[in-house]
């Protein structure tokens, strides 16, 4: 059955929205709903992405911690950028290509949230052949430190989850 119908829930809550939305139970959109909830359900299977394997998750209260500590101060890195434009000089945005030795899909979608959701940063691009990645900073006042936080702050603990 389930090579049929990977989804049945899925199917029967597809047949279920089209009568509804025809607002009848001929038999024409019975077979058309059937049709469409079984195309949808095969869409979802092709599309199901490979199972995550967690290691060592006694890892990730340290990694959240850090995070954490990394989104404060850039929030309050960035705040003091907005509030006081011109304190402390010239101000030098900029990209940093940093390799990367994580592969793992779930590792760099985990590091590419993290580096999104830290004020100041986002992550522009990742070169898979090269294992590189893109990073745009706010305020690039030392390139040495971003690759520093990203490889042993968060980089090698993901590995550790992840891989």
Request: with cysteine.
């Amino acid at each position: 059955m389930r090579r049929f119908l990977p989804h049945p829930l899925l199917a029967l809550f597809l047949l279920s929205a089209w009568l509804l939305l025809m607002e009848s139970i001929s038999p024409g959109a019975v077979v058309l709903g059937g049709v469409l909830a079984v195309g949808g359900s095969w869409t979802l299977a092709s599309l199901a992405s490979p199972r995550a394997r967690l290691r060592r998750l006694t890892v990730l209260p340290g990694l959240l911690g850090d995070v954490l500590v990394e989104v404060m101060r850039s929030n309050y890195a960035v705040a003091r950028i907005i509030v006081h434009p011109a304190d402390g000089g010239v101000r030098r945005s900029g990209f940093i290509y940093i390799p990367l030795d994580m592969r793992a899909p779930y590792g760099l979608a985990a590091l590419a949230c993290i580096l999104t959701a830290t004020p100041g940063t986002v992550w522009v691009d990742y070169d898979s052949a090269e294992g590189t990645m893109l990073l745009h900073v706010l305020d690039l006042v030392d390139e040495a430190e971003w690759v520093h936080i990203v490889k042993e702050r968060w980089e090698r603990r993901l590995m550790e989850i992840f891989e």
